[in-house]
């Protein structure tokens, strides 16, 4: 029995080499955007644009941890003698030695005044891993 390479069987088309392109970041934005826009499937839309698939996942993957990471927010200590409440309103909600914090998946949290920083950071690292 002879096997056929793609090249010489008469059914299969020989495929076209895939060019390596080194493409830009703005190049990359730009073509993500587009495919967000598109409603293609990846592979439709990899095709279309000659984009391998495993290097648009891995720029979706890239974009997607990069988004987390700017909204997962930074912990800033700020000491009570900064803290000035602008209405009447306001100092009603806050209880003395306690600050609420409000993460952006809904999450509220009070801390305590003198709680420990460390416990507090991972804490919040921990809630916002979570929600993803």
């Given at each position: ?13 020989p495929r076209k ?16 955007a587009l495919f ?31 988004a987390r990471s ?63």
């Open positions: 029995m002879r096997l056929h390479s793609r090249d010489s069987h008469p059914f299969l088309k080499p895939r060019a390596l392109r080194k493409r830009s970041a703005e190049e990359r934005v730009r073509l993500l967000e826009r598109s409603g293609q499937t990846h592979k439709q839309f990899c095709r279309e644009h000659e984009v391998a698939l495993s290097t648009m996942t891995f720029w979706l993957r890239q974009a997607r941890l990069s700017r909204s997962a927010g930074v912990l800033v200590e700020v000491p009570a003698s900064a803290v000035t409440l602008d209405s009447p309103r306001g100092a009603a909600l806050l209880s003395p030695g306690s600050v609420d914090i409000r993460l952006p998946n809904r999450v509220e949290l009070s801390v305590s005044a003198g709680t420990d920083s460390a416990w507090v950071s991972q804490l919040l690292r921990e809630l916002l891993t979570c929600s993803g």
